[in-house]
């Protein structure tokens, strides 16, 4: 007899939208009291300083006012799970747009402020089952809306590691959408049932292929806390070196997932 399917995830559209505009308003937060010294930081992220990476988090906001802006979709062809592994071929014009919103909007503050105000203007003004077309696909605006936590939660965790002591705080509901979503997405990678990763309190998933166990412990056991899944889902950290920090454990024999690491570029 076959596996049953499993369900897919589903998430709660006000929690998703109070977030996104939580997480936001961290970021604007920090933006404020940044000095010019401190906007030409490097960061992470290639060639970027952090005046780039507070441009592409707006612009990660503002990819809803664009895709609201193009004609809907006949009809949803992807799932919100499918959205991880589309960025990568997305990120050569993303870096050149992000270079170019830098040099539009000298004022971040400013910037910031109006993708707040016209974002939620927006979403007063379409349903949540409106469809969009995304990088991805076509996906509802609430789905899409929840891989704007994902972007907003990874891009917080590089300004943090770009200035020090900056210490921006993440939304629990924004990294919680943002843990979930990013397990799914390995769980999908690399389908089965013989490893389980648990991400307290936030998401366990089964996967790889394997004996499925049905009751007890299981035999492979992967286990780590949400910021460190995000680093390590994103490509920001390696599986080793989380490893030998103590930041990850992991038993058994399939339990070293490391070779299906990063989900999303």
């Not at 991805?136 to 936590?149: I, N």
Request: aromatic share 4%; glycine share 6%; hydrophobic share 45%.
């Amino acid at each position: 007899m076959p596996p049953a399917r499993k369900r897919a995830r589903s998430y709660d559209p006000a929690k998703t939208r109070a977030a996104v505009f939580a997480q936001l308003a961290h970021v604007r937060k920090a933006v404020r009291g940044l000095t010019p010294e401190q906007l030409a930081l490097p960061t992470r992220l290639g060639d970027w300083t952090v005046r780039d990476l507070i441009a592409h988090i707006g612009m990660a906001v503002t990819a809803v006012h664009r895709a609201l802006d193009r004609p809907a979709p006949a009809r949803q062809d992807v799932t919100v799970v499918q959205w991880p592994f589309a960025t990568a071929a997305s990120a050569p014009a993303i870096a050149d747009f992000t270079r170019n919103v830098a040099a539009d909007h000298p004022d971040l503050d400013a910037y910031l402020a109006d993708v707040d105000s016209s974002l939620g203007t927006l979403l007063d003004e379409h349903p949540g089952s409106r469809l969009l077309e995304t990088n991805a696909g076509a996906l509802p605006l609430d789905d899409y809306l929840v891989t704007r936590t994902v972007e907003l939660v990874v891009h917080t965790d590089d300004l943090n590691a770009a200035v020090p002591d900056l210490e921006v705080p993440y939304d629990r509901h924004a990294l919680a959408a943002a843990t979930r979503l990013l397990a799914d997405a390995l769980a999908v990678k690399a389908p089965g049932g013989s490893t389980e990763v648990r991400v307290p309190p936030y998401a366990v998933v089964q996967c790889v292929e394997g004996p499925r166990h049905t009751r007890g412990t299981p035999p492979n056991v992967v286990e780590t806390d949400p910021l460190t899944w995000v680093r390590l889902a994103t490509g920001r950290v390696g599986w080793a070196d989380a490893v030998a920090g103590a930041k990850v454990s992991a038993s058994g024999e399939r339990a070293d997932i490391g070779g299906l690491l990063p989900v999303m570029a």
